[in-house]
């Protein structure tokens, strides 16, 4: 596709549930990010992909999130057992490198009920 | 400390007024940097990249960086309503944000 695509749009979920949010790149862009932003707020650093290095994990909030990137390309976001501190817009951005422009996704609306 | 910080505001200016917008990090080797805006329920567009000390201008808007002081602006020229939005400050690489500062430009 011609931009960053993230899946479901919106997902409510119980809580104590585990939830999967994808994030489909750029074609070509090395660089994959996840952000958090809870209402009202900014946007929250959670991981960071480049190339074929490992992944810096640092904005991971607790054990109960993870994240892969498959073949360079498709990202996923796991959220286990999740809580209702975990609503919140979950934001995917790509770049061709790790010092270009991002582009963003359209998010995904998380809502723990 | 936060790596990069942004006064949350909100900040209001009238329409055809400069709206200054500003923003400090932490790590003294910070190469670069991004200005994105955020309108409200819409995902973060860039609005300016600066690397170089001193100013860029683009259109409306110009980007200032200070190294020594580790400071970021940002300046919006003729405010419009249209501006009305979050102002994202972001040092590149990690690529890590600022919480934003909120413009409201008053018709």
């Known amino acids: 596709g011609a931009g960053v695509s993230q899946s479901p749009s919106n997902k409510v979920t119980e809580k104590g549930k585990d939830v999967e949010l994808r994030c489909d790149p750029i074609?070509?862009?090395?660089?994959l990010y996840w952000y958090r932003q809870s209402l009202g707020q900014g946007l929250e650093f959670l991981i960071y992909?480049?190339?074929?290095?490992?992944?810096?994990k640092s904005g991971l909030p607790s054990d109960r999130f993870s994240a892969e990137r498959t073949g360079g390309s498709v990202s996923t976001l796991t959220i286990q057992r999740t809580q209702q501190e975990d609503s919140a817009v979950y934001l995917c951005?790509?770049?061709?490198?790790?010092?270009?422009?991002?582009?963003f996704g359209q998010g995904t609306r998380l809502t723990v009920v | 400390q936060k790596e990069v910080e942004q006064n949350s505001g909100p900040l209001s200016v009238p329409e055809g007024a400069i709206a200054s917008l500003n923003c400090t990090y932490s790590?003294?080797?910070?190469?670069?940097f991004f200005w994105y805006r955020q309108y409200s329920g819409k995902s973060p567009e860039l609005i300016m990249f600066?690397?170089?000390?001193g100013d860029k201008e683009d259109g409306r808007f110009t980007a200032q960086l200070n190294k020594a002081s580790q400071y970021v602006s940002l300046l919006i020229r003729d405010s419009q309503p249209s501006d009305s939005a979050t102002y994202l400050c972001?040092?590149?690489?990690?690529?890590?944000f600022g919480q934003g500062t909120t413009l409201q430009v008053k018709p």
């Open positions: 600066i690397y170089s000390n």
């Open positions: 992909f480049q190339g074929n290095s490992a992944p810096d």
């Open positions: 074609s070509g862009h090395t660089a």
């Open positions: 951005a790509s770049s061709a490198t790790g010092g270009s422009e991002a582009f």
């Open positions: 972001a040092v590149t690489g990690k690529l890590i």
């Open positions: 790590d003294r080797g910070s190469q670069s």
